[in-house]
Antibody, heavy 116, light 108 residues
Framework: EVQLKESGGGLVQPGGSLRLSCVASGFTFNIYWMNWVRQAPGKGLEWVANMNQDGSQKHYMDSVKGRFTISRDNARNSLFLLMNNLRAEDSAFYYC?????????WGQGTMVTVSS | DIVLTQSPGTLSLSTGDRATLSCRASQSIRNNYLAWYQQKPGQAPRVLIYGASNRAPGIPDRFSGSGSGTDFTLIITRLEPEDFAMYYCQQSGDSLYTFGQGTKLEIK
């Protein structure tokens, strides 16, 4: 079964850091671009970042540039999002998603809450 | 960044009706790289349409997408009870992908 599973969310204080992980199974991970998408409770979808198959291309939404870092370990079928200097407005469910002309496979999400 | 504006914000229809959802871009989307997603409460989104008009695998043919440049449309013919949900468009023509703010399709 094709699957993505995120982990690493939790409660963190403003200015703190978290590292999200996403493990892929059921497909050849290293041939796909991968994305992070977030959704604050009751709000719409927001694309956060993506990277290509070998990690040589990375793109970020403006509000997270310089604070978030996307990375991957193809040997472990894993995608990561290192989030530094977190702000209250970063609180959301974070989904990883496989890119195949669109985000065609999604994880179940992991919740990040930034609060003191 | 390309801004996507979806309309209407809420669409109230009945089962069996035809739904027309709009997505307008602030600038032309390269190669019409526009996708539509459906999201139900408590679930991850599901892709319906990619490349403006291509149905994703397993998507019923009552869902269709059209448009080019800056104006795109998702049409759902003969609404089924399970179609009432949130719908989002997303562009990938720019290196920074963006979503529209969503259209809520609710039962009238």
């Amino acid at each position: 079964e094709v699957q993505l599973k995120e982990s690493g969310g939790g409660l963190v204080q403003p200015g703190g850091s978290l590292r999200l992980s996403c493990v892929a199974s059921g497909f050849t991970f290293n041939i796909y671009w991968m994305n992070w998408v977030r959704q604050a409770p009751g709000k719409g979808l927001e694309w956060v970042a993506n990277m290509n198959q070998d990690g040589s291309q990375k793109h970020y939404m403006d509000s997270v540039k310089g604070r978030f870092t996307i990375s991957r370990d193809n040997a472990r079928n894993s995608l990561f999002l290192l989030m530094n200097n977190l702000r209250a407005e970063d609180s959301a469910f974070y989904y990883c998603a496989r890119w195949n002309n669109a985000a065609d496979v999604w994880g179940q999400g992991t919740m990040v809450t930034v609060s003191s | 960044d390309i801004v996507l504006t979806q309309s209407p914000g809420t669409l109230s229809l009945s089962t069996g009706d035809r739904a027309t959802l709009s997505c307008r871009a602030s600038q032309s989307i390269r190669n019409n790289y526009l996708a539509w997603y459906q999201q139900k409460p408590g679930q991850a989104p599901r892709v319906l349409i990619y490349g403006a008009s291509n149905r994703a695998p397993g998507i019923p043919d009552r869902f269709s997408g059209s448009g080019s440049g800056t104006d795109f449309t998702l049409i759902i013919t003969r609404l089924e009870p399970e179609d009432f949900a949130m719908y989002y468009c997303q562009q990938s023509g720019d290196s920074l992908y963006t979503f529209g703010q969503g259209t809520k399709l609710e039962i009238k």
